[in-house]
């Protein structure tokens, strides 16, 4: 298992490899370099605010909740810029970079427990939406795809199918008694990965279900369907990008419905592809897929794949040195953990 993430990178890079190898590399050249620098810089900055309503939503999940420290919002924020570079720039099957994110939490205070419990939620909740935003791209795909689009869309809801179920065990991991005594274990491990990581206290707020049960508390449906609703918006966001990429390529024939079933498509085949880290080379043929179905040729789909990382490179560097400056952070301000 260890070693899944270091073969699904070797996989993707294999496939995307071969998929520019074997397309008109001058074709993708020229489509990436429409785009210029305006393009880019606002495709960025799209990313930005996917980055910071995702960021929000992890805060809605906990906020109100004791334990908490010296967490407010903007904690979370950065933090979740830090989650996002780790997740896809280093092969860590898209899940290291939410495991540091809630380690990092107990840095302001937050007690262990509770940042290993807004994890929990908060992946729930990611998954959930993404889900959720991929069932409506099936439902447009099926209204401007044409039978060509047929097979595509059996074959996602198939995959969906599969996803709601999990979504489910999950689910019922952090809400049933019965499915916690199954799991108890690894949430355990979780447990004592942030134990004592805020450095002042070695206290860790009760069990980490006690912290689950204090964020699926009764009065608190408001702050989680706010979570879930923030997610959504940050998905759909992500076709702007998409969208602002393809009008500064000179793609006039794809409407914005197209536009979201190819964000919505293609982040459903990334998804289903987990063990490879940020879906390399999953992720450019699923353009070459989906761009097929609405007539954007092979080379366009490639440099919008590419164009889709530029943020990825661009906020991921600084995310992974703002973790080490956390991480040094930590070590001169705070005592070792016995």
Request: net charge positive.
């Amino acid at each position: 298992m260890r070693r899944l993430p270091l073969v699904g990178t070797l996989l993707g890079l294999g496939l995307g490899v071969w998929l520019i190898a074997t397309n008109d590399l001058g074709s993708v050249a020229d489509a990436f370099g429409r785009v210029g620098a305006v393009g880019l810089v606002s495709i960025v900055l799209v990313r930005v605010a996917i980055i910071l309503f995702c960021g929000l939503a992890w805060a809605q999940i906990v906020r109100g909740i004791a334990g908490l420290g010296q967490a407010k919002t903007g904690a979370f924020v950065l933090l979740r810029f830090v989650r996002e570079g780790i997740n896809v720039l280093l092969p860590v099957a898209s899940i290291g970079g939410d495991v540091v994110g809630g380690r990092l939490l107990t840095f302001w205070g937050a007690t262990g427990t509770l940042a290993a419990g807004s994890i929990l939620v908060d992946m729930l909740f990611q998954a959930g939406t993404q889900a959720l935003f991929a069932l409506g791209g099936v439902v447009l795909l099926l209204q401007v795809g044409g039978d060509s689009a047929q097979g595509l869309a059996t074959w996602v809801l198939r995959v969906l199918g599969v996803t709601a179920l999990l979504l489910t065990a999950f689910l019922l991991v952090q809400r049933s008694a019965a499915a916690r005594t199954v799991a108890g274990k690894a949430i355990d491990r979780l447990r004592r990965t942030f134990r004592g990581q805020g450095g002042v206290t070695k206290q860790t707020g009760g069990s980490v279900y006690d912290a689950l049960d204090a964020i699926w508390g009764a009065n608190r449906s408001g702050r989680l369907a706010a979570s879930v609703l923030l997610h959504l918006v940050a998905w759909m966001l992500g076709a702007v990008e998409i969208w602002i990429a393809l009008a500064c390529i000179g793609v006039a024939n794809v409407g914005f419905a197209e536009v979201m079933v190819i964000e919505a498509l293609s982040q459903a085949i990334k998804s289903a592809a987990f063990p490879v880290p940020s879906g390399l080379g999953v992720q450019e043929g699923g353009f070459v897929l989906l761009g097929s179905l609405f007539g954007i040729d092979a080379g366009t789909a490639l440099a919008l794949s590419l164009i889709k990382r530029v943020p990825d490179v661009v906020l991921g560097l600084p995310a992974l040195l703002l973790w080490q400056a956390l991480e040094a952070r930590r070590a001169l301000i705070l005592p070792p953990t016995p």
